[in-house]
DNA sequence: TTTTTTTCTTTACGCGCGTTAAAAATAATA
DNA sequence: TATTATTTTTAACGCGCGTAAAGAAAAAAA
């Protein structure tokens, strides 16, 4: 398969039998060479193993077949998760995903934006840290570089949004609970890092407020990303102090959840819709480990695959276009109810 | 803080009013230009934020100062949090961190490493997949990129391996689960797809029979890397089975162990070393989530930072000294032990 | 076979910056 | 102030490839 090592294009062109640029020319679509050519270049290959020098490449390019995805906190599975799919679909596409993660700092947000302008990409996916993102560091990134912004909505920002339905989520899970039980409380972050946890508490109050049951609101003063520790400790003391005006509590986002069941559990308290147990635990997002807590957990699918494939579906599009969005059209994807044992 | 946009150096040497060749010395290192000029430099890139082209700049230079970074599989906590503190550590030595996941497929594992070959970093930290990697691929990538093994080791890749002490880690957990009640059954998979899993069954096995004590393996067949699904189908048959010839559950892995505990409590089997318990597991890794299992779950802990901070010193003491190390030093961490109430 | 169309080769320039050698300017030392 | 050491400027080449123009060759159509 190898021989001797290759300098450059001149001289793998040399040994292929063919032109330097047309060589180049097939490196950029293998089709837009004759039959007779594309086979000599690619019995030289197996040959001598050569490939063009990426930085010389892109520096002649005025975009790369890079495409950058940014997540706010890549630690966390439901994030790890959908980058994940986003980086096979990319790869499937042809294009070279560049994965950073803003590891939840404002600064290195902005850093991420920085380093992906540098690498001159075609476009890119943003799911930004939400309400401490410098708003103004992403619109700027994005009038310059084609971007699709998912998860959290930043107003204005990027040629497209995909995200959560919150507002069905959040009124089908209410209903799902009242139905069978009693009106939650809503449990959450007091000043939750992600906007679609805003969108959940004003749908959480607007939908009880129309079902005519009184909202209550128990709120975690913790900041931060380390969410379960946060929903745990403040579990903690509202099952202590009795502060749950009925046994159906909706959690905010599965990571609260799974904090809020470690501490029932600890305290022995149980948790479930079958006999015995003295309260109902709901999330949402259905969180990788959803599926394994104890109890395992009630909560909302926002459908991994489906915000993947459509965000790289939009990216796709606006790539081939060539040219921004005319509008800037909102998706919002409908939650499915995961019915399992805690509520 | 902008004016108008600046094309090359060119363009900003003649703003700042210092010749191109300094510009480029700055750029390389700020501390090898006189005072005055660096002043000069400084005051121009207020006014007209101009960045070196970063393409341009790698082209001409043998290597870069991009890491490569790669591991097995990003959406397990375990790796995204090692990975994240490694990020963490090479931007603050000043390079830029290249993330790349193999999402548990050898293929891609090949492919990220062609990817970062291509790349010419500065050194790559590299945690295979294990049994399922490509051994002569990472060997050959090894020749040509300076490397450092971490997690799983392949014997003789790279120029250092820093890992778990599986043995220590593994004897001080039976030890332990021994002295406060019944030897351990061991609990895994047969075909592991990492070698750490590979080495703490031999462990069991060694020291099992050291203390006088019948081993016994629960195996579950599956593959891949769903492990929690993997160890709840298994720990459910193992359960119903009666397979298990003693009340104490090592298991290889903590994702196992969350799945081992999902099902103990769908079967209503009480888990922990309290009154009416009636079972008691253990795990392997400190994963990020095993603090909020129900009951939170005893495991060992291999520090993460340690594994981050070792493995990113060593990869820049390779990049100063600019020379390969002469033998393969093999770092192994000692676990340290984290009683909580599952065991 | 001749004509037309398509594709390839040759030649050459440009991208933005690293780097070097010689000349010029500046700073340090005597 | 004169001398020496250090740094900067000027000028120029090279990195590896994209790309454009003009002529040559091959394939397709007449």
């Known amino acids: 398969m190898s021989d001797s090592k290759i300098r450059n294009m001149e001289e793998f062109a040399a040994l ?16 837009s060479v004759r039959a007779s050519i594309r086979t000599k270049i690619e019995a030289a290959l197996e040959h001598h193993d050569y490939r063009p020098n990426i930085f010389a490449v892109n520096q002649n390019r005025k975009l790369t077949k890079n495409i950058g ?32 993660s803003s590891h939840g700092d404002t600064n290195l947000e902005v850093s991420n934006l920085e380093a992906l302008r540098q690498i001159k990409p075609a476009a890119v996916l943003l799911a930004p840290l939400g309400r401490t993102s410098d708003r ?17 909505n930043i107003e204005g920002a990027g040629e497209a949004f995909i995200g959560h339905n919150n507002v069905q989520a959040t009124e ?15 449990f959450e972050m007091r000043t939750p890092p992600n906007p679609n946890a805003i969108k959940r508490r004003n749908a959480y109050l607007a939908t ?16 931060g990303w380390n969410l379960e520790e946060i929903g745990y400790e403040t579990a903690k003391r509202a099952i202590t102090n009795k502060e749950l005006s009925t046994n159906t509590v909706f959690c905010s986002n599965d990571r609260l ?7 029932a559990y600890e305290l022995g308290v149980k948790v479930g819709h079958a006999e015995g147990c003295s309260l109902r635990v709901a999330g949402h997002d259905n969180h990788p480990f959803s599926r394994y807590t104890c109890p395992t957990l009630t909560t909302i699918s926002h459908n991994y695959d489906l915000i993947a494939t459509r965000s790289v579906e939009i990216v796709m599009s606006m790539i081939e276009s060539e040219q921004r969005l005319e509008e800037r059209p909102t998706t919002l994807l409908d939650g499915e109810l995961i019915m399992r044992a805690s509520a």
Do not use: W
């Open 16 to 31: 292929s039998g063919v032109s330097r640029p047309t060589v180049s020319k097939y490196f950029n679509d293998p089709e």
């Open 69 to 100: 995805i940014i997540v706010p906190y890549l630690a966390d599975p439901f994030f790890a998760e959908i980058a994940r799919r986003i980086e096979t679909l990319v790869i499937a596409e042809g294009f070279r995903p560049i994965l950073l």
């Open 136 to 152: 103004q560091a992403i619109m700027d990134f994005c009038d310059n570089v084609p971007t699709v912004n998912f998860d959290s």
């Open 172 to 186: 089908m899970m209410i209903e799902y609970l009242t139905r069978t039980g009693e009106p939650p409380v809503f």
């Open 208 to 223: 009880m407020e129309r079902m005519g049951h009184t909202p209550q609101l128990v709120q975690a003063e913790g900041e």
């Open 257 to 263: 959840a799974i904090g809020f069941l470690s501490a």
